[in-house]
């Protein structure tokens, strides 16, 4: 759009100027009313305490659809909303209502000092549904680049492609995301703990949060089994049968030491291992010491909603190329897919995608009678995130978008997401529970193993285990299935198949994850009072 530039003697044209540029980019009246809010606390101050003669104003539109508001100004270094966390709230100043504007909407407001010049950049809009059309044309586009691919090329250039571009790039975005998931949950959820007020409250939410995160992988898990005792009732193809006890080593699963281990003997360690129970605990023991400290631990609050927000900001510029990584994984998936494949795993598929049918219908049911709100609006508006963690096969990947979803789409308060999702990305894998006992039965009848009801104890008991404790991870269910399947002698032999049916497997557990979230979020934000209806309800 084209940019103006304001001073103190044409000031008064600005809101005609912006009203008319950000109504031709089909803004709504309330989100212009705001910006223009914005743009004037901002412009008097670079103009009276910035020292700038004039502010550069300009309208922009990225390539997702996000608009934004850039004031640019001449001069010394000068940060305008610095003020804004130093402001005391007395309500004596005449400037005070204008102040609580800024302080309501820190969050839309970024600064920065680029050549000799103030930037301020102001949020209009988020990013509409483009980056989804953008997403789902890349899988489009990647799964006719694979049947091509498997038509036209030899398996040696298919090899060559994969090892030397696909693989690559595909790794380097995930160790880019692993770097900073630690980090992201440790700060978010000290953040939601903070945030929440004195530790009552915190008490209060996370049992709600816990009780509906259990709730949930309880009865996904009943879903799970309860689905893989039809499918497998007949006559199930054999592949092997177990080796005497002698030949395989028995696992045995300790609830005891799992619980143990949720404590670390150090600060370095979880993040370094990747263990996110360990971060979890450390996130919801420092925030509680915070809340307990109250005004003497303002500095180190105010330090970790600055790093929050910094991670977030590190992450949302490394998710900007998931449409390219949805591109590799459908190539990927459509090139390694055989005829055997698809039949081996085709039951498995089937009942996961049944399980989840069901378990949308529990949530549905969760939103209605606990949250007492209609699910409907849900139920439209979740399916906009399943392209992301279809191609990632990662929760904790997916887990900036699922916040995004739960506060611009259905009116969920933050206050409740950096809490609730961080959390259900660790503790709350519903995907897991239906998954899990499915693959495994299949496997126990795969092998002659009597599915009595003392193995379906085990199975159950397991599977609600591992969902709490599995990472948020590509290829972590087939870790746990192995883990169980072990306790009645499989071989671990059963991996290769595991990694062939979990390339689409795991991924339909993964949407199934992030809606649990979300459902979960929803229903704790209702009986909490923190939920905007008319956001929720709008379409």
């Not at 600064?111 to 950049?121: E, G, L, Q």
């Not at 591109?327 to 989840?356: E, N, P, S, Y």
């Amino acid at each position: 759009m084209k940019s103006f530039y304001l001073n103190a003697e044409n000031f008064s044209e600005m809101h005609d100027r912006l009203e008319s540029q950000l109504s031709q980019l089909k803004i709504e009246q309330k989100d212009i009313l705001r910006a223009e809010l914005l743009v004037e606390e901002i412009f008097w101050r670079m103009i009276k305490f910035g020292h700038a003669a004039q502010v550069k104003v300009q309208v922009v539109k990225n390539f997702f659809g996000k608009v934004q508001i850039r004031l640019t100004a001449e001069g010394a270094p000068y940060n305008p909303l610095v003020e804004v966390s130093d402001w005391e709230e007395d309500g004596e100043d005449e400037d005070y209502f204008r102040m609580m504007i800024l302080k309501a909407n820190r969050q839309k407001l970024n600064r920065s000092y680029k050549n000799n010049c103030n930037v301020v950049t102001v949020d209009v809009r988020g990013e509409t549904n483009n980056r989804l059309r953008l997403t789902v044309a890349c899988i489009v586009i990647g799964i006719v680049c694979g049947v091509l691919m498997k038509e036209f090329l030899s398996p040696e250039t298919i090899a060559f492609v994969n090892e030397n571009v696909i693989t690559p790039i595909r790794t380097m975005f995930l160790n880019a995301l692993k770097m900073v998931i630690a980090p992201m949950i440790f700060f978010s959820i000290i953040s939601g703990i903070t945030s929440m007020g004195t530790g009552a409250g915190v008490g209060k939410v996370g049992s709600k949060l816990m009780g509906l995160y259990l709730v949930t992988s309880a009865v996904a898990s009943l879903i799970g089994l309860l689905t893989a005792m039809i499918l497998f009732s007949g006559e199930v193809p054999q592949i092997g049968t177990i080796p005497s006890s002698g030949e395989v080593g028995s696992y045995e699963f300790s609830m005891i030491q799992f619980i143990v281990g949720i404590i670390p003997n150090n600060l370095v360690k979880p993040v370094a291992d990747g263990n996110m129970l360990q971060i979890v605990f450390l996130a919801v023991l420092f925030g509680s010491c915070l809340n307990a400290l109250g005004d003497k631990a303002q500095f180190l609050q105010e330090t970790v909603i600055n790093c929050n927000e910094f991670f977030m900001k590190v992450v949302g510029m490394i998710i900007k190329f998931v449409p390219l990584i949805v591109f590799f994984a459908m190539i990927t998936l459509v090139v390694d897919m055989g005829v055997d494949t698809v039949l081996m795993m085709g039951k498995l598929i089937v009942g996961q995608l049944l399980g989840c049918g069901i378990m949308l219908g529990v949530y549905a049911l969760l939103i209605n009678f606990v949250g007492k709100i209609s699910p409907l609006p849900f139920l439209k508006k979740i399916p906009e995130i399943w392209a992301v963690p279809f191609a990632t096969s990662s929760s904790a990947v997916t887990m900036p978008l699922t916040m995004k979803l739960c506060t611009d789409k259905l009116g969920v308060s933050p206050k409740i997401t950096s809490f609730s999702i961080p959390i259900g990305t660790t503790v709350n894998m519903d995907g897991g529970g239906i998954y899990f006992p499915t693959a495994i039965i299949m496997f126990l009848k795969m092998y002659g193993v009597e599915v009595d009801m003392h193995a379906i104890i085990i199975v159950f008991a397991m599977t609600v285990s591992l969902s709490v404790g599995a990472p948020a991870v590509p290829n972590a269910a087939v870790i746990c299935i192995l883990t169980v399947t072990a306790l009645f002698g499989v071989p671990a032999e059963i991996a290769g198949l595991l990694f062939c049916i979990g390339t689409v497997g795991e991924r339909v557990v993964t949407c199934l994850n992030v809606t649990g979230d979300v459902a979960a979020s929803t229903v704790l934000a209702r009986t909490e009072n923190l939920l905007d209806e008319k956001i929720y309800f709008k379409s």
